[in-house]
């Protein structure tokens, strides 16, 4: 076993207000092998602390979250761990949202009506 390096997990943080969602999105990522979800905030305050403390790859986020929006969430990460990609997940519409999201710095957008691989293979 000396010469084989173990693969990396991917870490998720799920930031959603609604527990539903994030248990949704935690079920599915959790039947992959190569993603691991490390925490999981319903508010932007939240989410920001974990992701300084938590340090994940790969953010999931909404647009409509408790005391903020997904947006100024986005432009908060970047701001404070820039290297941390961001996959914004919501029922917004993509035309309007997508367009903002992109430009504050997520790497990707998604309506939550996509398919569930859809979800996988954006992570």
């Known amino acids: 076993m000396a010469g084989k390096s173990k693969k990396r997990l991917k870490r998720i943080l799920i930031v959603d207000d609604h527990a539903v969602v994030r248990y949704g999105l935690r079920e599915l990522i959790s039947k992959e092998s190569d993603l691991e979800i490390c925490g999981e905030a319903e508010r932007a305050s939240d989410a920001l602390k974990a992701v ?72």
């Open 52 to 123: 300084l403390d938590l340090k994940p790859d790969l953010v999931i986020a909404d647009i409509s979250l408790k005391e903020s929006s997904g947006i100024d969430l986005i432009r908060n990460i970047k701001s404070a761990a820039p290297a941390t990609a961001i996959l914004v997940v919501s029922f917004h519409h993509e035309r309007l949202y997508g367009e903002l999201a992109m430009r504050a710095g997520a790497s990707g957008y998604l309506m939550k009506e996509e398919a569930i691989q859809t979800v996988l293979v954006a992570a």
